[in-house]
């Protein structure tokens, strides 16, 4: 009968700060994925022990009476070669540092516990646990900004299993969307910033145009009203190149820059520049538990800032316009 096999490896996308309270939980994670694996494989062992003690009972027989002294030994031998065959449970914790530096522990609670590293920074992890079958990884960090859970084979229920205890732990201390959101697409903000200046500056520009063709069109129609005298030739044909090349010495005089183009510009540039820091991938461990504290009241600053200058570029000159309307 023919099944679904699902994937057992994902992606998850960063930031990771993961504090202590998420490593102490991932040690315990660790922990049942261990003892899932070492007790499948003990009954692997025994299974095979068996197959191979009744495979050597049956030859035995052939040549004669089978003495408990030789079944004995016939059990011991084939423990030893079945383990000798199959190779053992295996869990190792990588961690790795600033400037290429890793280091081999039992455990995250250990690392945590170990005066050497109070001024160090561990920037990543590497997790194993493997059997004859079954194999789970874990790694984040090494110029990766994603953690990545990857357990084989697909089709073992055993390897479903522990890819899901995984998972579970990565879904409840991933980031935010917006933070995801922010890491991937550092770098384009620059773009975007670009896009948008070019653009507001074309606005502004078809604003100052409408302005200097509005102020010459009254004064072309008070000419009008008041009938065309010689004397006021000069002036017409003025007006007529000032429409033309629309230019007025008072608008471009006095007010050159509309003032919500400069609040646009000013904030924008700073959002700009706040978004090119995004958080990064830190462990709570030794100098990272203070890095962790530091970047996380960073994303409350930005939680904060970001939609205040986004509300400043668009309410104030609303409110500066309408403000303006009601004093003339």
Do not use: C
């Amino acid at each position: 009968m023919s099944k679904f096999i699902y994937s057992t490896s994902e992606s998850f996308n960063g930031p990771w700060l993961i504090d202590k309270e998420a490593l102490s939980e991932l040690d315990k994670v660790i922990d049942d994925a261990y003892e899932i694996l070492n007790t499948s494989y003990e009954q692997f062992l025994d299974q095979m022990t068996e197959n191979d003690v009744n495979e050597s009972i049956e030859i035995e027989k052939k040549f004669g009476e089978l003495k408990q002294e030789r079944l004995e030994d016939i059990k011991k031998k084939s423990q030893e070669r079945i383990k000798r065959y199959y190779r053992p449970l295996k869990k190792s914790i990588s961690l790795e540092f600033a400037q290429s530096k890793k280091l081999d522990v039992n455990s995250f609670s250990e690392a945590m516990r170990d005066n050497s590293l109070i001024n160090e920074k561990a920037i990543g992890f590497k997790i194993k646990l493997d059997t004859y079958n079954d194999e789970i990884s874990i790694i984040v960090g090494n110029w990766r900004n994603n953690l990545e859970i990857e357990s084989s084979p697909e089709s073992s229920e055993i390897s479903k299993e522990l890819f899901m205890h995984f998972r579970n732990w990565a879904i409840k201390y991933q980031a935010p969307k917006w933070q995801q959101i922010w890491q991937n697409l550092n770098g384009q903000q620059w773009a975007v910033w670009m896009i948008l200046l070019l653009v507001t500056t074309f606005i502004m520009s078809v604003q100052l145009d409408s302005g200097i063709n509005r102020q010459t069109r009254q004064q072309a129609t008070q000419l009008l009203e008041n009938g065309l005298q010689s004397e006021e030739i000069a002036e017409t044909i003025e007006l007529l190149l000032s429409r033309e090349v629309s230019y007025s010495p008072q608008i471009n005089t006095k007010k050159p820059i509309p003032n919500w183009y400069i609040i646009f510009f000013f904030v924008s540039l700073i959002i700009t520049i706040i978004l090119t820091y995004p958080p990064k991938i830190i462990l709570g461990i030794g100098k990272g538990t203070t890095s962790i504290y530091q970047w996380r009241l960073w994303i409350k600053f930005i939680s904060i800032t970001i939609p205040l200058g986004i509300f400043s570029i668009i309410i104030i000159p609303i409110f500066q316009e309408y403000l303006f309307g009601l004093l003339k």
